[in-house]
């Protein structure tokens, strides 16, 4: 394996920062050469031609083009190599010796709690219950911590987990030192190969001895001394003061740690050749399709039913009859994932042209509209603020990731919660919801999927847990999408509807409804993706990641002001509306400052979502191609016909499931923009108006259609997570296993908790 390799599969990933910049100092040593070689009066073919392999070869491992790289090189400041060897030293021993008082300052620390804290070994009869090396019995052990107060309990528990992650941290500086020790060592040797050649004396036998002199062998003891504080410290602590036993289950520890670095540094490394390459894994050891499934069989089978549905006469308006066929072709090859989602999503607006189902009803009489106007209309409805909120969520997101700030907060949800399995999915559920509440459930799926990254790379790809948690973050947005007036854009059509002959809720009154659904239907949602998966089975614990004590940087910082500014730029777009126009406006913010400045690079813009994005587009299209035509309409009123003269809650019920049926296949915006009209005038015209409980009912409904891929843009986004290998974490057919029965879940809630309270409580 080639040195930056190496560097960078046994670097703690915290401190990148740190680590010598092996490739700088080689771009550096190349172009010394470079300089020289031109200046001679001798042409020396051999060197150029060599020069130019390592500088390719340097390409290689940092991504790079040849071009790029060997003007990088040229264009390196300072012709000084000692100097920069110098630099590179500085700044490291200068990282180590700060993080070396940090950390012998932390086992002090730690050493007067465990003292205060601890009983005399003489009283303690603590052993580890869970280590297989123990004399005691299990049963001892048991009824000890049985003994034991839950406070004691809680304090021992606490005092393991702070040595554990100190003791690994040690071991990391120890590593730090010995990684360097050797970067230095193999840039000294390609130096002395490189430029020795041409005259430069030897740097590695008069510069080594400054790098050992910067990592004194007392430190090295003093960092050893404390590691063999921390094996007594937990020996005291968990072992019953035995220290072979100690050791034994710190390094275990230990290997559990950098199996989990390494198996993510390596994730980072497939995931960047990937791209780099625009390729995807293939698994040829799958096992094939039968004949049934195969997508050419699910083609013809879509194909069939959309010349069936134009060809069999159920409408008399030609356009409504061709948009129908049109929604059962596009809804057949989306269920059955014959073609890929976003492929299909880009044959709608070509089909909704073609069939011209658009409809313009500006004049006395509504006419088709020419193949032109039609196109115009349909590219204006597929480029929308929601796109602009997608890209803007996306540049966050990346900037979140790029810059580590999305490991630190999931490392800190991780330690403030249970490492069970089921504990870690609903915590992350109730975060998606609650971001989805102020950014929109548009913007804050992309968000929390950047925040679980650092755990599913974690994860063999496929794993129970990861689905769970991919599609959790997804149901959980949706029900976000129900919980404030602006999560949502169906909940600012309710509330634009609702104004029109009445008073609008209050943001209490749509928190005293709304909330309570949303939590209800996350625990609901929480217990069948338990059910589904049962990520207990295969993971008894979701390893926690070593929290970073080290100060942020700038660009953190930076990252985290602009989001934060978004954030509330967006949840205070109704007040800023007449200066911004739309959310998607605001969504622009972050793309300038993260890519104008720096932070995200031309490779970041080109690496996001795009399938997303088309995914959303297509979905825009349909809607408006189902609404232009009149087909949504028409089946709304057909269902205003038969809910004539039934009692509130009846109606309250068909409704919601109208708007369940309808939008788990369009746009839950164009949905709500159809059917929220349809809804008032119906509430209004009873016996015993209710239309805002209807219309209210209605939207929320709308947020709860979730058993498809594209029931939603939180169900998109998490149907195009892939891992860094480039196999999607989920299906089609986890969608309708879990998000099918959660549509329904919600349903119950909305009709009877919802119902009731907007019927008794508020008094709608």
């Not at 096992?287 to 039913?305: F, H």
């Not at 193949?371 to 966050?396: E, V």
């Not at 989805?436 to 929390?448: D, E, G, K, R, Y």
């Not at 996350?522 to 070593?546: D, H, I, Q, S």
């Amino acid at each position: 394996m080639k040195f930056s390799h190496s560097l960078r599969f046994n670097a703690n990933s915290e401190w990148n920062d740190y680590y010598i910049n092996y490739d700088r100092l080689k771009k550096l040593i190349y172009k010394k050469e470079v300089e020289e070689t031109k200046g001679l009066s001798l042409n020396i073919p051999e060197i150029q031609t060599r020069t130019s392999l390592d500088l390719g070869r340097i390409a290689e491992e940092t991504g790079d083009d040849l071009d790029r790289t060997i003007s990088l090189a040229l264009e390196e400041g300072g012709d000084d190599i000692k100097g920069a060897f110098d630099s590179e030293l500085n700044r490291i021993t200068a990282f180590h010796k700060k993080k070396e008082e940090e950390l012998l300052g932390a086992v002090e620390k730690l050493e007067e709690q465990v003292s205060t804290s601890v009983q005399p070994d003489s009283e303690q009869a603590a052993p580890n219950a869970s280590s297989p090396l123990l004399g005691a019995s299990r049963n001892a052990a048991t009824e000890y911590w049985a003994q034991d107060t839950v406070a004691v309990r809680i304090a021992r528990e606490q005092l393991r987990e702070a040595i554990q992650e100190l003791y690994v941290e040690i071991q990391a500086l120890i590593d730090f030192v010995e990684v360097n020790r050797t970067g230095f060592r193999k840039a000294l040797k390609k130096h002395d190969k490189v430029l020795g050649a041409l005259g430069h004396p030897k740097m590695q036998p008069t510069y080594m001895p400054n790098v050992e002199a910067a990592f004194p062998e007392k430190s090295r003891q003093r960092v050893l001394d404390a590691q063999k504080t921390l094996v007594d410290l937990y020996a005291r602590v968990c072992c019953h003061s035995n220290l072979l036993l100690a050791q034994l289950e710190l390094k275990a520890q230990l290997r559990s740690q950098l199996k989990l670095e390494r198996t993510t540094v390596w994730k980072d490394m497939v995931e960047k050749e990937r791209k780099k390459n625009s390729a995807t894994v293939d698994d040829s050891s799958a096992e094939s399709k039968p004949w049934y499934r195969s997508s050419y069989v699910m083609i013809a089978m879509s194909a069939v039913v959309f010349a069936v549905l134009l060809s069999v006469p159920i409408f008399e308006e030609r356009e409504k009859q061709n948009c129908l066929a049109l929604l059962g072709f596009a809804s057949m090859l989306w269920c059955t994932e014959a073609l890929p989602l976003y492929v299909t999503s880009m044959l709608v607006p070509l089909l909704a042209v073609v069939l011209r189902v658009m409809v313009d009803d500006s004049g006395k009489h509504p006419v088709r509209k020419s193949a032109p106007d039609a196109a115009d209309a349909i590219f204006k409805a597929m480029f929308s603020q929601t796109i602009m909120l997608l890209l803007g969520g996306f540049a966050i997101a990346s900037a979140f990731t790029k810059h580590f700030i999305a490991k630190r907060v999931a490392v800190w949800v991780l330690g403030r919660v249970s490492a069970k399995p089921h504990a870690v999915l609903l915590a992350n559920m109730f975060v998606a919801t609650f971001a989805s509440m102020w950014i929109t459930n548009v913007a804050a799926p992309v968000l929390c999927f950047s925040v679980l990254d650092p755990i599913l790379r974690t994860l063999p790809s496929g794993h129970s847990f990861g689905k769970a948690l991919v599609l959790g973050i997804a149901l959980a947005s949706n029900l976000g999408g129900m919980t404030s007036p602006i999560s949502s854009p169906q909940n600012i059509f309710a509330i634009q509807e609702m104004g029109r002959d009445m008073e609008p809720p209050s943001w209490l009154a749509w928190f005293a409804v709304a909330l309570p659904v949303a939590c209800l239907g996350n625990f609901a949602c929480w217990g069948l993706l338990l059910l589904a998966y049962r990520p207990g089975r295969t993971l008894k614990e979701v390893r926690r990641m070593p929290f970073s004590s080290d100060p942020f940087t700038w660009k953190q910082v930076y990252v985290v002001v602009i989001s934060l500014g978004t954030v509330g730029l967006w949840c205070a777009n109704t007040a800023l509306s007449k200066y911004t126009g739309q959310m998607g406006i605001v969504a622009i913010v972050p793309m300038v400052a993260f890519f104008g400045f720096g932070l995200l690079s031309k490779d970041d813009f080109n690496n996001q979502l795009w399938n997303v994005v088309m995914l959303a587009m297509g979905g825009s299209a349909l809607g408006e191609a189902v609404k232009s035509s009149g087909l949504l309409t028409a089946i709304a009123h057909s269902i205003e016909d038969v809910v004539a003269g039934c009692g509130v809650w009846a109606v309250f019920a068909i409704f919601c499931a109208l708007v369940l049926v309808a939008t788990t296949f369009i746009s839950h915006t164009v949905g709500a923009m159809v059917i929220l009209p349809i809804v008032s005038a119906v509430g209004t015209q009873m016996e015993e108006p209710h239309p805002r409980l209807l219309v209210m009912g209605a939207a929320l409904m709308c947020s709860g259609a979730m058993g498809l891929p594209v029931s939603g843009f939180p169900n998109m986004t998490a149907y195009a997570k892939e891992d860094p290998t480039g196999n999607p974490w989920l299906s089609t057919v986890d969608f309708f296993k879990v998000g099918v029965p959660c549509s329904v879940a919600t349903y119950g809630l909305i009709v009877s908790v919802g119902f009731g309270i907007m019927k008794f409580i508020l008094g709608w």
